[in-house]
């Protein structure tokens, strides 16, 4: 029997629907325990299969009883069993997340197609692991993006009704033109979007220290890659320092321009890779400015692989709304430490590509006046 027999609709459907909407919704569970696991250890440059699941705090491996998505944390309260240490909610929350949306795939797709409701199910699990990521650390690991647009090229060409299409050819001609137009349409974005914001100033508290490491800019509450500042050579992050530590000298009241390819303190020059050290004293610090950051434009290319060029152009103006929303949300809450603040764009761009995959057509259509309304009040 092949794969494509195993998932033919007679043989799900010799099973009630209903069972397998506890199954999705048990196996949604059982992945967003997994995908705790990614959105810990991804940033950290950690595997996610080696060491088995533990407490950051204490190092206690959790045995099998204790790992029980759901369950567990609602049974130790949100503690670690060994040494009491919090185990945050979110923890919990991507777990219930998950398995109400790989519920939500299956009553929406599983009786158009089993194919169609577990490849979705998988691909909303991606963009929950990259929102999480993407709202703590300011980064989408090429792991999820890149990953995700090869996964949609293969998945296009072994499902094509994935793209609506008769054949794995058309699909794939589908899925290729999400990815460039996913990818072309928002890095013409972000490059326009630095020549129209040009840079942003970063006022500190007196005496703050900074670091300056191989791959990014540590500032006290974040780190910005150096991927997300610097796209022309022209670009460069400027300060007035109060000190300046080197590995072999350092200096006092000097002012700091640091651009891809050289290093300027005062009035000496520098190679930025050959200095393995760099730290610096100052109040006040200015940065390039973009709208959006690399890891955007390859987490939409990835959208593109799996839903095509139309749930791009979807997907990006939705989640413009939605992100002015949530700002003028904030500005309304008096919110001003975030509204000001740089917020991440990843969670905005995945909540679009969801409501896509659900309602995306249906509300293009009614907003076009070709269909009825989605929805009925």
Known sequence: MGIDAVFAARYWAAVPFEFWALVFFVFGTMVGSFLNVCI?????????VSPPSHCPHCRYSIPWYLNLPLLTWL???GRCRNCGAPIAPRYFLVELLTGVAFLGCWLGFGRESAWLALIYSGFIAALIAASFIDFEHFIIPDEITLGGVGAGFLVSLLVPVLHGAETSAKA????????????????????????????????LPADTRIFFTETALELPDRSIPYEDIFYRKSDAI???????ELVDRGYAHVAVRLSPDRLQIGMDEFKPEEVGHLEVVTDEIVVPREAMGLGDVKFMAAIGA???WQAVLFSLMLS???????????VALKRSELSSSRLPYGPYIAMAAVIWIFWGPALVGW?????EPPFRV
Request: no cysteine.
């Open 40 to 48: 810990y250890r991804m940033p950290r440059g950690e595997s996610v």
């Open 75 to 77: 049974y130790l309260r």
């Open 172 to 203: 794939l001609e589908r899925s290729v033109i999400g990815i460039l137009v996913g990818a072309g349409l928002v890095y013409a974005i972000l490059r326009l979007s630095k020549l129209l914001y040009g840079r942003q100033r970063f006022d």
């Open 238 to 244: 400027v300060l007035q320092a109060k000190t300046v």
């Open 306 to 308: 799996f839903l095509g």
């Open 320 to 330: 413009a709304m939605i992100g002015a929303a949530v700002g003028l949300s904030l």
């Open 367 to 371: 907003w076009f006046g070709l269909w």
